[in-house]
């Protein structure tokens, strides 16, 4: 099953690597709408914490004002939230066929993302520090393997990465909605106001960025059990790798993991970048060691000859 197409040549060419800054820029971009909502979401309870036991007269204003933050998230901030994050999983999905020599499927991804739209939002200059993120995005040693066995590895890499970060997300994301009901009740019985009272100048200025929080928990939820499934697939496919199955098999087995990862990555929800980056060394950390010793295991049962370093 040898193959000269290696995967850590490959995703680290000027083209790959624009690739993958296109889609953090994608994301980036479906990101701050998301930023933008959660500071108006943010603002209404501020402001009712401030001004509300004082001026009274505020409080339907802050009422009108939570209606209309959550009319803007359904109907305009949602959907270029969406949009983007397709055009997202698009690029990671041209980065994976190319790196990985899969087929583009049409029929689950369509077409690919315009290379005007692609040269646009990358038409800046490319930082040093920004290479260096992108470059390696899947760990080099799995080029140690025959490429329909290295392959594997960079999808079951794709969904436990991403597996690990949103568990935290998830438990941090219930946590905040809890105590934000708490805090605003405690402030407002310290103002002296009523239970009628804490409605309209706590609680429903609230309700915008509440009810996100809740969303994004129950979406973060299903997104876990996807890539749990995802995961647990990958690992079936791994073990018949291991077995021996053929090269035409595991390639067959591999394209239609993919379909199931794009499609994940077209719905999935978002992570803040603050978690995201705190969380990635540690997640890098981890995803090396496992890959090590997955390729360990690989090298064993395949009988594939260790290439020194």
Not at 61 to 67: A, P, R
Not at 92 to 107: G, H, I, P, S
Request: charged share 25%; aromatic share 8%; net charge positive.
């Amino acid at each position: 099953m040898a193959s000269e197409h290696r995967i850590d040549i490959e995703q680290n060419r000027p083209e790959r690597l624009e690739l993958l800054r296109a889609q953090r820029l994608f994301y980036a971009r479906a990101k701050l709408y998301q930023n933008l909502f959660t500071f108006m979401a943010l603002l209404l309870p501020a402001i009712g914490v401030l001004f509300g036991a004082s001026v009274p007269a505020i409080q339907p204003f802050l009422g009108l004002g939570s209606i209309l933050v959550l009319l803007l998230e359904v109907g305009v901030i949602s959907r270029r939230q969406r949009e983007d994050c397709k055009r997202g999983a698009k690029v990671q999905e041209q980065f994976d066929t190319e790196v990985l020599q899969l087929d583009w499927n049409r029929l689950v991804a369509g077409s690919r993302v315009d290379a005007e739209e692609v040269h646009e939002i990358t038409a800046g200059p490319m930082s040093d520090a920004e290479k260096t993120r992108l470059k390696n995005w899947y760990e080099p040693v799995f080029s140690k393997l025959p490429l329909p066995v290295a392959r594997l590895l960079c999808q079951r890499t794709n969904a436990a990465y991403d597996m690990r970060v949103r568990k935290i997300y998830s438990g941090i994301l219930l946590s905040v909605a809890v105590l934000l009901v708490v805090v605003l009740t405690c402030i407002g019985l310290h103002q002296g106001l009523t239970v009628n009272e804490l409605i309209p100048t706590m609680y429903l200025p609230a309700l915008p960025f509440v009810a996100f929080v809740l969303r994004e928990h129950r979406k973060q939820g299903d997104t876990i059990e996807t890539l749990t499934t995802i995961k647990a697939e990958v690992e079936k496919a791994w073990d018949k790798a291991l077995d021996g199955a053929s090269a035409a098999e595991l390639t067959v087995t591999a394209r239609a993991l993919q379909d199931a990862i794009y499609r994940h990555r077209t719905s999935n929800p978002l992570v803040f970048d603050w978690l995201y980056n705190r969380l990635r060394k540690r997640s890098e950390d981890v995803t090396r060691h496992a890959a090590e010793r997955l390729v360990a295991e690989a090298q064993h049962k395949l009988n594939i000859p260790k290439v020194a370093e």
